[in-house]
Nanobody, 126 residues
Framework: QVQLVETGGGLVQAGGSLRLSCAAS????????MGWFRQAPGKEREFVAA???????YLVDSLKGRFTISRDNVKNTVYLQMNSLKPEDTAVYYC????????????????????WGQGTQVTVSS
């Protein structure tokens, strides 16, 4: 089993920044694909970003320039740096991981992930 724990959420004003962390423990492997999803009230869970252990990243186009995903394979931790936050970024942010090496096209599908964190709330005020 793999446990994922997210930290770093909170309340921030529009234009501000937050950095989310997701620490993996248990039967982890640096080969896992680790990603971030978010879910706003009344909306579907949506993909934000993912990173392979080798450094390849996948970030949704609409967030490029504001969000960055990084990873420390030694610490088994993935980070999501969020800058220039907007009220529409308000959501619960979830960390996810899978040991399966999906093609890039499958990475944004939340059903392809085996392990999930409990989520951390990000609220951006206007």
């Amino acid at each position: 089993q793999v446990q994922l724990v997210e930290t770093g959420g909170g309340l921030v004003q529009a234009g501000g920044s937050l950095r989310l962390s997701c620490a993996a423990s248990g039967r982890t492997s640096s080969s896992y694909v680790m990603g971030w999803f978010r879910q706003a009230p009344g909306k579907e869970r949506e993909f934000v970003a993912a990173r392979w252990s080798g450094g390849t990243t996948y970030l949704v186009d609409s967030l490029k320039g504001r969000f960055t995903i990084s990873r420390d394979n030694v610490k088994n931790t993935v980070y999501l740096q969020m800058n220039s936050l907007k009220p529409e970024d308000t959501a619960v942010y979830y960390c996810a991981a899978t040991s399966r090496q999906y093609p890039s096209a499958s990475v944004p599908n939340w059903r392809n992930y085996d392990y999930w964190g409990q989520g951390t709330q990000v609220t951006v005020s206007s």
